[in-house]
């Protein structure tokens, strides 16, 4: 009987997605843009994607850089449950089942793990809350994630720097 529930485990754990996830190229949210960006103030950047690496170089308020890539580290899923079937991007999810939220993708949509592969849809899976007639899932959890943005500078120095919010140029809608 242990060994039939160890395997039940096994089986039911194999749709959850591996951690850390690595979404290489991933920027996070609407009109996210790589290119042009300019510091609104000082910023470190590490020599790696790591908050202990040490610095690199600073960028000063005013500098411009180019935003080479983006890294999106998922280091615990989100998790929402569904309530009712729903089309969801590409998939079609049933009632019950479990979707692991890996980031968020800007206006409402995620990345999401289901049956063992990632897809995007329209989850509003920014806070934890319940489900509605409209929202028929219940976001249990939010995920933990870190965006690392590969800069360069105009003397050719590269670096990282971690969930970057004070540049101009980042997002292409404003």
């Known amino acids: 009987m242990t060994s039939i ?3 039940l485990a096994l089986l039911i754990g194999s749709d959850k997605p591996d951690m850390p996830f690595i979404d290489a190229g991933a920027c996070p949210f609407e009109c996210c843009h790589y290119g042009s960006w300019t510091a609104r103030q000082s910023v470190p950047a590490r020599q790696t994607r790591n908050q202990r690496s040490p610095i690199a ?4 308020r ?3 850089v180019t935003a080479l890539t983006g890294v999106v580290v998922t280091y615990k899923p989100g998790v929402v449950r569904m309530l009712k079937p729903k089309q969801l991007g590409n998939v079609r999810v049933p009632a019950g089942a479990v979707l692991y939220v890996l980031h968020r993708g800007g206006e409402g949509t995620a990345l999401f793990w289901y049956q063992g592969k990632p897809y995007w849809g329209e ?3 920014e806070t934890i809350h319940k489900g509605d007639e409209n929202y028929p899932w219940n976001v249990e959890s939010l995920p933990v994630t870190e965006w690392w943005v590969k800069v360069q500078t105009p003397r050719g120095a590269t670096g990282w720097i971690l969930n970057p919010t004070n540049f101009d140029g980042m997002d292409a809608c404003s």
């Open 5 to 7: 529930l160890i395997a």
């Open 57 to 60: 170089f600073t960028i000063v």
């Open 62 to 64: 005013g500098e411009k």
């Open 123 to 125: 989850l509003y899976a």
